[in-house]
């Protein structure tokens, strides 16, 4: 009967196996050489433990059937041996030199970033990354895809299964050249998070206050996901982190569409704009970064994010609602939008804020407003 | 063990009953009457950090957001594991104490007994404090049972009731490993030597020093929390010249040893049930009290690789990967010297035997992993994952808590006078044991293949495993209520337990009457 029943429940551990095999088990061999290494470490340790529970629990299993009252088995009185206790103490202790050498080895060598090719700067946010590459003046915020944030929303009625890379696509991916020793530098905005690409066996966290670097050399050129992994409040689920790695030349055009799109951005602060471009600009702000919070229709959550369909500071006095986006408020998980977008960006929020959810303020805020605020505010 | 009583103390001297009616449970000091009101509690608590866990389950059985909100989703994950760990399992370890640490020793009561009344009578207070934080503005706290900041600075309400709830939860702990200590130092009968404890005793005397020496650090943490969020301080704010990255050192300075203040009375346990049904004494009895105090040093020196992705320098991270690693050696000692009791033994399969097996199984399971995580390189894989979730419910569920239900069924009938229902406690054994696998066991591979803990909804890839380990988790909650079902149908009725019970049980506890008289060893027993 027993011996049944543990069959019974070997085979419910297989048989997922056994109906799909592409289903996955375990980790990724991943596409750089240290996250090689780091597979085979881990299936050195997998192979030493399921070795080790083959012995122990054949030697118990071989126990149970045998050293059986229902058996007639008289019990021996035997109850210790010092020599015994030496032998199992001393074999571990080998076993593990023998798995903590190899560890050790990869360890320093993952933990050396030094002779890096290009830099880029890592700040996590509540929640979405920031990617700046400092010597190309190229920077961005990285969001999940619009596609997953909507099927995402509760009872959304969009099946997962219909988006594409389903919580782990985003707007804007890193962009790195294979074959170079990229290093990044992460920090952080406001709470820990943690930043982790398993193909590259890299994880580290993003800490407000401190500089942390990871490094990897990517050799295929692809398409590589991962997600935060620190525990950073409501939407910790829903910013993933994606890589593309592409061939050195297509990297550097890349980078000069990057840089042309960033003065595009920056005229966009010298005009003075229409009050139905700034909505439907503000509109795609406010879905980007926003929404996660204050809510699709500006409901807000009750008692954790204020809503901003008929708040004071969206209807009230105009200074208030630009001070609290541009600076944030301390204490609370509202970020200082300031140093996150462009004085066109704000302006756009600002008005789409006024006017949406039934604010109808009728107020227009233009990019010069912003500056002026900013200018105020030193 | 050779302790046996050469003589019994006059079990009919019953001049202090025990008072009548609600009153005794509010003004006790009797150890049993104190034993008895924890492992209820525990037990009732048990339910609610199920509960939680099954909400977590039903959200994540298939990809989507269907039944909760993220907000609410990470409410239950740290309130969970509150609940399992500070309301659940160390109330069943302390009650178990209470029980058996007397009357293993010889002593007719614990040696404070009106702290040891408040001791318990802290955590009613402490549970509805904490528990209350589900309804009030904003929510519960939400940013995990470990608390890191900022994050745990985001929380509304709930803060001050967390930080309160904690203080008294550690004074409650703090006053029960007092009391376990002073009884163990002074109460043994004349003739039990430190050597000649049962096993289970000495388990709890180490993991009583392990209280003492971390949940005040633990306390200090929190009230920093609370001083930095509501007093202007800056010990974790880096932009007030604090660190952020001090408060996770210093909880898990805490947060380890208590892992093991979770895991050593289950060896202890374990250590009791498996020589009684295997017909032979513990295999090195000696070298189990070793290892027990050397996994306990161990533990203190080894809190950092719980956050080997905070960025430490690499002399850091190699020694705290050697120094966890080492820790599989006296570990892996006890696993040996269970297999050694078993080994040639005259073994039956009674529902204790069943869970003591189970465990030894399944808590190597989750040791194995255990060494896998202590590799560095191969940790930044596993870091934050579902493999990590597997690993510590591996050791916590068919680890910890199949133990607490192992000393449940093997000393039930002691208590209560009453046996249990074999066929119906096999039963239980054999669904929990089936269902904490289907649970548990495909939460590896999720891991593996990338899935971060913590999480609310899932990239499609994981939706397999996710619900068979959510259908496995509803199988096993269910299961649990057959083991309530048994306790309490017990304790009011069933067929007469003798006094010793279990014919291969050793000990003082089956030298005495089933159930014990109120006031047990009111002469002491020699030991030989």
Known sequence: ?378 | MNAQAVEHADHDDHAHGPEKGLLRWVTTTNHKDIGTLYLWFSLLMFFIGGAMALVIRAELFQPGLQLVDPVFFNQMTTMHALVMIFLAVMPAFVGLANWMIPIMIGAPDMALPRMNNWSFWILPFASTLLLSTLFVEGGAPASGWTMYPPLVLQTGAAFPMLIFAIHLLGISSIMGAINIIATIMNMRAPGMTYMKMPLFVWTWFITAYLLIATMPVLAGAVTMLLTDKYFGTSFFDAAGGGDPVMFQHIFWFFGHPEVYILILPAFGIVSQIIPTFARKPLFGYSSMVYATASIAFLSFIVWAHHMFTVGMPVEFELFFMFATMLIAVPTGVKVFNWVATMWKGSMTFETPMLFALGFVIMFTIGGFSGLMLALTPVDFQYHDTYFVVAHFHYVLVPGAVFAIMAAAYYWLPKWSGHMYNEKLGRFHFWMSAIFVNILFFPQHFVGLAGMPRRIPDYSTQFADFNMISSIGAFGFGLSQLLFAYIMISTVLKGKKASDQVWDGAEGLEWTLSSPPPYHSFAVQPTIK
């Open chain 1, 1 to 378: 009967m027993k011996s049944l029943l543990s069959g019974g429940l070997l085979t419910l551990w297989l048989l997922p196996l056994l109906a799909q095999a592409d289903w996955e088990v375990n980790m990724t061999p991943g596409v750089t050489d240290i996250s090689q290494e780091v597979y085979g470490l881990h299936m050195t340790v997998l192979w030493v433990c399921v070795a080790i529970g083959v012995v122990v629990f054949g030697a118990m299993i071989y126990s149970i059937i045998n050293h059986r009252q229902s058996k007639g088995h008289e019990a021996a009185s035997f109850h210790e041996s010092t020599t015994v206790e030496i032998i199992w103490t001393v074999i571990p202790v080998i076993i593990l030199i023998s798995l903590a050498i190899p560890a050790a080895q990869a360890l320093v060598k993952m933990e050396d970033s030094s002779g890096s090719a290009l830099t880029v700067q890592v700040t996590a946010y509540q929640w979405k990354w920031h990617y700046e590459y400092p010597e190309q003046e190229v920077e961005f915020f990285s969001n999940l895809d619009s596609k997953s944030r909507e099927a995402s929303a509760r009872n959304s009625g969009i099946d997962p299964n219909e988006v594409d890379n389903y919580l782990l696509e985003v707007d804007n991916p890193l962009v790195i050249p294979i074959g170079k020793k990229v290093r990044l530098l992460l920090t952080s905005n406001d709470v820990i998070h943690s930043w982790w690409i398993p193909d590259f066996a890299v994880k580290k966290d993003a800490i407000p206050g401190f500089v942390n670097d990871i490094w990897f050399k990517v050799n295929e050129p692809g398409t590589y996901r991962g997600q935060c992994v620190e525990l950073c409040g409501k939407d910790h689920g829903f910013m993933p982190i994606e890589v593309v790695a592409l061939e050195e030349a297509a990297f550097q055009s890349w980078m000069q569409e990057q840089q042309a799109a960033a003065a595009a951005k920056a005229k966009a602060d010298e005009q003075t704009w229409e009050m139905a471009d700034l909505m439907a600009q503000g509109e795609k702000v406010y879905g980007t970064n926003c929404v996660a919070c204050h809510q699709a229709k500006g409901q807000g959550i009750p008692g954790v994010f204020p809503a901003i369909a008929g708040s004071p500071i969206a209807t009230g006095d105009l200074a208030p609602h630009i001070d609290i986006i541009l600076n944030g408020q301390a204490g609370t998980a509202m970020q200082a939008f300031g140093s996150q977008l462009s004085d066109a960006d704000i302006a756009a929020v600002v008005t789409y804020q006024r006017n949406a959810f039934g604010n109808e303020t009728g107020d227009v805020v233009q990019p010069a407003d912003i500056a002026a605020a900013r200018q105020a505010g030193q």
